[in-house]
């Protein structure tokens, strides 16, 4: 009897998700978050350091504070420097550890440009938010450190 019971019951569970499924679907609420409004805003910071090689002057993201798995993040990092810059890259640092995205120049010149990437994201943001911004030309590699709060 309870061995009939059971399976009637995994039965009738079965269903509901299928119904649930049917009802809810993820697709259109993953892409009602992403094309949010709120989400679409963009965080710009303004960087100024001393150190030498390539520098890192602004900083943009979008969107930082609404980033969530599966959403689609974009940087826009100004670089300027008196020799070429060769790469951009940022490593987006999150509770589960460290995601690497190389940047392309978008705008400018390779001299003073905006170089841009965008990704999903895979991970988490509750305790570690961070964004560590490389930017080398030659021997030369200058590094910024960005440290967000997570919103609740």
Known sequence: ??????IFLAIIFIFSIFIIAEVYDVTDVKEKINNSPLLQESDTYNISSNEPGPKIYKA???PLGGAVPGALQRALISVR??????SVDVNMIMDNGLHPISLELKEGTAED???EGSWVVKDTHNAVYQAE????SGEETSRVVLSFQSMP
């Open 133 to 136: 911004i490389l930017a080398k």
């Open 60 to 62: 943009t993201f979008a």
């Open 1 to 6: 009897m309870k061995k009939n019971l059971l």
């Open 81 to 86: 420097y008196d020799a070429p810059v060769d």
């Open 113 to 115: 440009g905006a170089w």
